[in-house]
């Protein structure tokens, strides 16, 4: 029998009813899922990475990424949108940074994971 399944035929109802009830629900789910998918992109990682360090606007990312000011711009629309980095305007500049402490925490946490 294989190794990763169970030899018994058991459910532990006590356990699967914890369970059930300390579960997220499903649309908190779903929103972690689509939050995911924002970091799942190298290039929008890249633009948190470089955000963690210092604010930024769209001309300074792109120099230290090596990208357009339009690809800059549409990758940070999509972090904006989720809440993921925030801008203040001084002048006729736009700075951007990241939103929240959480942010910083969750790339933090998946460099210290893969770095295992």
């Not at 029998?1 to 532990?12: A, G, K, P, Q, S």
């Not at 649309?27 to 998918?37: I, Q, S, W």
């Not at 940070?76 to 993921?84: C, D, N, T, W």
């Amino acid at each position: 029998m294989d190794e990763l399944t169970c030899d018994d035929n058991i459910i532990h109802d006590e356990l699967c009813e914890q369970v059930t009830v300390d579960m997220p629900d499903e649309n908190e789910l779903y929103d972690v899922a689509e939050l995911f998918k924002i970091f799942g992109d190298s290039t929008r990682i890249r633009i948190l990475s470089a955000l963690a360090q210092a604010e930024m606007c769209v001309c300074d990312l792109g120099a230290v990424l090596n990208m357009t000011k339009s690809a800059v711009s549409h990758q940070l629309r999509i972090l904006r949108q989720a809440k993921l980095v925030k801008n203040k305007r001084s002048g006729k500049e736009i700075f951007y940074s990241l939103d929240d402490d959480h942010v910083l925490s969750i790339i933090n946490l998946a460099l210290e994971h893969i770095k295992e």
